[in-house]
Structures are given as C-alpha cells and as structure tokens.
Antibody
Framework: QVQLQESGPGLVKPSETLSLTCTVS????????WSWIRQPPGKGLEWIGY???????NYNPSLKSRVTISVDTSKNQFSLKLSSVTAADTAVYYC??????????????WGQGTLVTVSS | DIQMTQSPSSLSASVGDRVTITCRAS??????LAWYQQKPGKAPKLLLY???RLESGVPSRFSGSGSGTDYTLTISSLQPEDFATYYC?????????FGQGTKLEIK
C-alpha cells in the first residue's frame, strides 16, 4: 500500500523560500503524477502543481512564478519550493498521487499534511 | 479555470438521515469529478471518482450521480463517523479545482 509523508520546516520567514519533500513508500514513484496541494487554516483546498515521474511539470497559474517541483526517482521523493513567501502562504501542505488515464485525475492517496507557518 | 460551487456550505442532520450535497461546475466536465471526505486534522479521503464510482473500501451508503455541470453526493443513512467536511474536485482540465466544501454537522 503506497504511503506518502511530507517533511520540512514548519516555520518560514517572509520573503524566504518554503521547501518541502514528500517521500513515497510502499510503491514506486514511476508511472504516476505527484502533486502538492495546500489548505490555509479553516479554508478550502488549492492545487499547487504536479510533476510526472519523468520530470515534466504543470503548475497552478496563480502560483506559477514562485513554484518549482522536482523529483528524485532514486530516492522515491519529490519536492516543492515556493519562493518569496508571505503570510498568505501559511497552510497545511499535502502531497498526493494522481493516476494518469492518460491525463492526471483524482488524488489518492494523500500524505498526512504538514503545517507551514510564515512568520518572522 | 473551472469554478466548482458546492451547496449547501453547511448542513445539520441526524444519524439515519439521507443527505445530498450538490456540486456545480462553471462548464461541463464530462463526469470528471471526485468526492472527498475530510475530518478535522486529517487529509482528505477519496470517496468516489468518475462522478459515481465508489472507491474500494468506501461504504455503499455513499453514492454519486450527475452529468454535464451538475453533480450530487448522497449519503443514504448517516452514520456518526460521516460527520465531516466534503469536497468535490474536477479533473476535466488543469488546474484541477475543488469546491469550497460542505460541512456536515450533527443536529
């Protein structure tokens, strides 16, 4: 059974870069799309972007200028970098898998999520 | 982007009730719709995909229907563990987008 686990700093200063890693266990990172999704406290879900195991990416236009997602297939990990963060980027960040059929579809499974707070 | 609008935003119901949540897309999405359940402090859990296909392990009291722009999630007989927030998500086009959520509370 595939499991995902987010890791990274829980506190980031304004204007700095948020960096998170998602480790995939119980299965290979190959042949799937891997996404980052966030949820501000008490609010709804926002898709940030995905990376295909081959390395191709697609980002939400609302965040595209600040987002980079990368993959390390040798470690079964993918990562998120979000630059120039502000308090509005404070959220629980989830990683999740999407199957391609052939296009990416629903999200399953999800990581447990990690809260990142942007504050000085 | 395709906008997803859920109604109602919140709902009070009792154990044993039948409840329906609606999700409307700003354009047709050809049944490319998933439903999730989220409990406080937890990640969303996939319930249905392709508008009406039940994810493995999800109780049969959950069902989905719809077409075009309008979709529904129905819980036939509410159980105590069903009180949570429910989200719809379209995957017809990128970026995938979510509804704002429907919070199902105990009456």
């Amino acid at each position: 059974q595939v499991q995902l686990q987010e890791s990274g700093p829980g506190l980031v200063k304004p204007s700095e870069t948020l960096s998170l890693t998602c480790t995939v266990s119980g299965g290979s990172i190959s042949s799937y799309y891997w996404s980052w999704i966030r949820q501000p406290p008490g609010k709804g879900l926002e898709w940030i972007g995905y990376i295909y195991y081959s390395g191709s990416t697609n980002y939400n236009p609302s965040l595209k200028s600040r987002v980079t997602i990368s993959v390390d297939t040798s470690k079964n990990q993918f990562s998120l970098k979000l630059s120039s963060v502000t308090a509005a980027d404070t959220a629980v960040y989830y990683c999740a898998r999407q199957k391609g059929d052939p296009d990416p579809n629903w999200f399953d499974p999800w990581g447990q999520g990690t809260l990142v707070t942007v504050s000085s | 982007d395709i906008q997803m609008t859920q109604s109602p935003s919140s709902l009070s119901a009792s154990v044993g009730d039948r409840v329906t949540i609606t999700c409307r897309a700003s354009q047709g999405i050809s049944n490319s719709l998933a439903w999730y359940q989220q409990k406080p402090g937890k990640a969303p859990k996939l319930l249905l995909y392709a508008a009406s296909r039940l994810e493995s392990g999800v109780p049969s009291r959950f069902s989905g229907s719809g077409s075009g722009t309008d979709y529904t999630l129905t819980i036939s007989s509410l159980q105590p563990e069903d009180f949570a927030t429910y989200y719809c998500q379209q995957y017809y086009s990128t970026p995938p987008t979510f509804g704002q959520g429907t919070k199902l509370e105990i009456k």
